[in-house]
């Protein structure tokens, strides 16, 4: 490895220490070593320490058509020769709207916002308004963005706990639930709950699987309370399928959060709904937001709603994880290590029986040079069969290094 690319790397990170808290912007972020990205192209991207890796983090999962697509950079240079920020109403924000609504039935009308946290906000004021109720319910280990409301979740005994820094008056008006249907029933039974807002893929993008059953008893019984039933499909949105996972499911929810694969790799989010709902924001909800609906994110936005929206690109993805999967599974098998791989669409999951080794995992692929988003992969349109026989390879090795690191750990 050409040493002065090495000393790049140690000496961004020494900066980083200094600058920013932990030296990342972000907890998922915080590798040790950390790693620097000099530039990406389709399904790889080139560390300034001059490492070339195989990426499944996929810009957290926003990249279904890869780095740097053609289309998408195409249309953002040709936003950027026109103008970043108006500080007005575009044709772009109009175009983006329409081909989301085309997508998804039950989002009819979109209000943008800068990321999918703010969109979570968003839906669940307007829930509130429309409902004259202050209680939120979310389900246990689900991820619904950073914001005091969704910041909490319950232990082992199932009392609740928020994260440091939101107040326990605030966490009262968050009820966290198991997602089982009686449970659910009850949460909103005594109509005092604004909003139930859950994943409809399951916990952490399909990690631990939500069965249909559970979603259909939630949409019956927000219905028959007049609580607001919320998707977050910040990742799963256009990603699963062109209308998401509420068109596999087959369930329609009230309000819908939208991030991600919607603006192609740059910053947005969305809240879709009715004209009722979402009319709150026309007299009642005041919403600002410099960046909403900018015009770069909404050019980029187009351009990969235009390609992702016939659903071969969802197609190509999922088969490629399908092939990873039963790679992966291969490698489990022949080692005799213990875990298991599946997948929801193009979202590939794995875990290690042993969890001092599932600890090490991503850590020793990334060594190795294929980078995960913990141990998960987003598997892309782009991604190719060399792509797929090489991180095979490396899941094989990295797995025997991930028990061997943690059964040295065990032993001192």
Same mark, same amino acid.
């Given at each position: 490895?050409? #040493?002065? @690319?090495?000393? %790049?790397?140690?000496?961004? +990170?020494?900066?980083? !220490?200094?600058? *920013?808290?932990?030296?990342? /912007?972000?907890?998922?972020?915080?590798?040790?070593?950390?790693?620097?990205?000099?530039?990406?192209?389709?399904?790889?991207?080139?560390?300034?320490?001059?490492?070339?890796?195989?990426?499944?983090?996929?810009?957290?999962?926003?990249?279904?058509?890869?780095?740097?697509?053609?289309?998408?950079?195409?249309?953002?240079?040709?936003?950027?020769?026109?103008?970043?920020?108006?500080?007005?109403?575009?044709?772009?924000?109009?175009?983006?709207?329409?081909?989301?609504?085309?997508?998804?039935?039950?989002?009819? #009308?979109? @209000?943008?916002? %800068?990321?999918?946290?703010? +969109?979570?906000?968003? !839906?669940?004021? *307007?829930?509130?308004?429309? /409902?004259?109720?202050?209680?939120?319910?979310?389900?246990?280990?689900?991820?619904?963005?950073?914001?005091?409301?969704?910041?909490?979740?319950?232990?082992?005994?199932?009392?609740?706990?928020?994260?440091?820094?939101?107040?326990?008056?605030?966490?009262?008006?968050?009820?966290?639930?198991?997602?089982?249907?009686?449970?659910?029933?009850?949460?909103?039974?005594?109509?005092?709950?604004?909003?139930?807002?859950?994943?409809?893929?399951?916990?952490?993008?399909?990690?631990?699987?939500?069965?249909?059953?559970?979603?259909?008893?939630?949409?019956?019984?927000?219905?028959?309370?007049?609580?607001?039933?919320?998707?977050?499909?910040?990742?799963?949105?256009?990603?699963?399928?062109?209308?998401?996972?509420?068109?596999?499911?087959?369930?329609?929810?009230?309000?819908?959060?939208?991030?991600?694969?919607?603006?192609?790799?740059?910053?947005?989010?969305?809240?879709?709904?009715?004209?009722?709902?979402?009319?709150?924001?026309?007299?009642?909800?005041?919403?600002?937001?410099?960046?909403?609906?900018?015009?770069?994110?909404?050019?980029?936005?187009?351009?990969?709603?235009?390609?992702?929206?016939?659903?071969?690109?969802?197609?190509?993805?999922?088969?490629?994880?399908?092939?990873?999967?039963?790679?992966?599974?291969?490698?489990?098998?022949?080692?005799?290590?213990?875990?298991?791989?599946?997948?929801?669409?193009?979202?590939?999951?794995?875990?290690?029986?042993?969890?001092?080794?599932?600890?090490?995992?991503?850590?020793?692929?990334?060594?190795?040079?294929?980078?995960?988003?913990?141990?998960?992969?987003?598997?892309?349109?782009?991604?190719?069969?060399?792509?797929?026989?090489?991180?095979?390879?490396?899941?094989?090795?990295?797995?025997?290094?991930?028990?061997?690191?943690?059964?040295?750990?065990?032993?001192?």
């Amino acid at each position: 490895m050409n #040493q002065a @690319r090495t000393d %790049a790397a140690t000496d961004l +990170a020494e900066r980083a !220490a200094r600058v *920013l808290p932990g030296g990342s /912007t972000h907890m998922a972020r915080a590798y040790r070593p950390a790693i620097y990205v000099a530039r990406a192209q389709g399904s790889r991207k080139w560390l300034v320490d001059g490492r070339e890796m195989v990426d499944y983090t996929m810009g957290h999962g926003a990249l279904l058509l890869g780095h740097a697509h053609p289309a998408v950079v195409g249309a953002v240079r040709e936003q950027l020769r026109r103008g970043t920020h108006y500080g007005a109403a575009s044709p772009q924000e109009v175009e983006w709207a329409e081909r989301i609504a085309a997508l998804v039935p039950s989002a009819r #009308q979109l @209000r943008f916002t %800068a990321s999918g946290t703010e +969109a979570a906000m968003l !839906a669940l004021r *307007l829930a509130r308004v429309a /409902t004259r109720r202050s209680r939120i319910v979310k389900l246990a280990d689900h991820f619904n963005g950073w914001s005091d409301a969704v910041s909490v979740d319950i232990d082992e005994d199932g009392l609740p706990h928020p994260v440091p820094g939101v107040p326990d008056e605030v966490a009262a008006l968050t009820t966290v639930v198991v997602p089982e249907p009686d449970v659910i029933r009850a949460a909103v039974a005594d109509r005092s709950a604004a909003a139930l807002i859950l994943e409809p893929t399951g916990a952490h993008y399909g990690r631990t699987p939500l069965d249909r059953a559970v979603v259909q008893a939630a949409r019956e019984a927000t219905a028959q309370t007049g609580t607001v039933l919320i998707f977050d499909e910040v990742v799963s949105g256009f990603r699963v399928a062109p209308g998401g996972m509420q068109s596999l499911l087959e369930v329609a929810p009230d309000l819908t959060l939208f991030g991600k694969v919607m603006a192609g790799g740059l910053p947005a989010g969305a809240v879709g709904g009715s004209p009722e709902l979402m009319g709150a924001l026309v007299s009642r909800v005041a919403h600002p937001g410099t960046f909403n609906a900018n015009p770069l994110s909404a050019s980029a936005g187009i351009a990969t709603l235009d390609i992702v929206g016939t659903g071969e690109a969802q197609r190509v993805a999922a088969a490629y994880a399908e092939q990873l999967v039963a790679g992966w599974g291969r490698s489990l098998e022949a080692s005799g290590i213990s875990g298991r791989a599946w997948s929801l669409a193009s979202i590939v999951h794995v875990e290690l029986d042993d969890q001092a080794a599932q600890s090490h995992l991503a850590d020793e692929m990334r060594a190795r040079g294929v980078d995960l988003l913990h141990t998960s992969a987003f598997c892309s349109a782009v991604h190719t069969p060399a792509d797929l026989e090489f991180t095979i390879d490396v899941f094989d090795a990295s797995i025997r290094a991930a028990e061997a690191s943690a059964s040295a750990a065990g032993v001192s």
